[in-house]
């Protein structure tokens, strides 16, 4: 079970990334397409992601989801303005980091199945 949580985590993070690059691309820049290329976001986001099973063993369901979801989002938002002095305005950097955390989120309780919630 545990080798399956890395996974999960692992691919949440990778799958979060990706649909974040994506939505960058569709929604704010072409050019962005790099966001996808970068080695260090990937690392960010895995890093991010291995707080979901603690989040789901804290608050199991629905309200464990709904505490992920708002981690995903809240976290990687406030180290890309306030640490990486991201220029773009704040409205935009949450909603490309809620599509982050809805990829990510969406990924893991994949992989994980229906023992998300039950991961202790």
């Keep these: 079970m545990i080798l399956r949580t890395v996974l999960a985590v692992g691919l949440a993070g990778v799958a979060g990334t990706l649909a974040n690059a994506l939505a960058a691309v569709v929604f704010v820049s072409p050019g962005l397409w790099v966001l996808a290329a970068a ?24 309200w464990g989801a709904a505490a992920a979801l708002a981690f995903l989002t809240l976290a990687p938002s406030l180290l890309a303005k306030l640490v990486l002095g991201t220029f773009a305005a704040w409205p935009v950097v949450l909603a490309l980091n809620f599509v982050y955390a ?19």
């Design 39 to 62: 080695p260090g976001r990937y690392a960010v986001a895995i890093l991010l992601a291995v707080a979901v099973p603690a989040i789901y063993a804290l608050l199991p369901g629905a």
């Design 102 to 120: 809805l990829a990510a989120l969406v990924t893991y309780r994949l992989v994980l199945g229906n023992r998300a919630a039950e991961d202790r």
